[in-house]
């Protein structure tokens, strides 16, 4: 299984990009990255998926080396309202299904 | 469209008593899975429905059971309930099973 290896928690300014970075060395050929914030009292909430090269979305990128031992979340101009903690998943849902969520980073934006 | 709903939103128990959690999912998704989110484990699968099928199984003893109803909506019940077992358990649905899933707030259970 992939395990994953996410920082316990990072700072950054509003108006800042923020790049957080998980690491699954041991990643599988089926799998893919997949990133979810949840912010206090709610369930996570998804952000982007994606399998090799760069991904984005409205919200965020995902870049993903060749070698694909590492995969980083992209956050644009991040806001006070971006405080929450990040899940990087490496994992495959098909008939083998396995998904290890990371333990997540703690996100703190300040003003 | 309405999100995903979980009932009961808090819970406190015994051990040895047994709970049911009721989860209903997004209109028209197919799939509902449960996890169990701790501080000190994290999120972990339990199980995944599809179609009223168990489709995948998690890591978890058989005191943990799930079933899905012909209208997706989904039940998890814990059986003689053990201090560990205090957590947040988490629904989440999607379409059919992809990497996109939406979750409910949680049901947060206490066991004494």
């Known amino acids: 299984l992939a395990k994953t290896t996410q920082p316990i928690s990072m700072d950054s300014y509003e108006g800042q990009e923020v790049n957080i970075t998980c690491s699954h060395n041991n990643i599988a050929t089926n799998d893919y990255i997949t990133w979810y914030q949840q912010f206090p009292s709610q369930g996570p909430r998804f952000i982007i998926q994606g399998y090799k090269t760069k991904v984005t979305n409205e919200v965020a990128s995902l870049f993903i080396p060749a070698d694909r031992k590492s995969s980083t979340l992209s956050l644009p101009r991040v806001s006070l309202s971006d405080t929450a903690v990040y899940y990087c998943l490496v994992g495959r849902m098909d008939s083998n299904y396995q998904l290890i969520w990371g333990a997540g980073t703690k996100l703190i934006i300040k003003p | 469209k309405a999100g995903v709903t979980q009932t009961p939103r808090y819970l406190i128990k015994t051990r040895g008593q047994q709970v049911t959690l009721s989860c209903s999912p997004i209109s028209g998704h197919r799939s509902v899975s449960w996890y169990q989110q701790t501080p000190g484990q994290g999120l972990q699968f339990l199980f995944e429905?599809?179609?009223?099928?168990?489709?995948n199984k998690g890591n978890f003893p058989g005191r943990f059971s799930g079933r899905q109803f012909s209208n997706s909506r989904s039940e998890m019940n814990v059986s003689t309930l053990e201090l560990g077992d205090s957590a947040l358990y988490l629904c989440?649905?999607?379409?059919?099973?992809?990497?996109?899933?939406?979750f409910g707030p949680g049901t947060r259970l206490t066991v004494l």
């Open positions: 989440a649905s999607s379409l059919d099973g992809g990497y996109e899933q939406f």
């Open positions: 429905y599809f179609s009223e099928t168990q489709r």
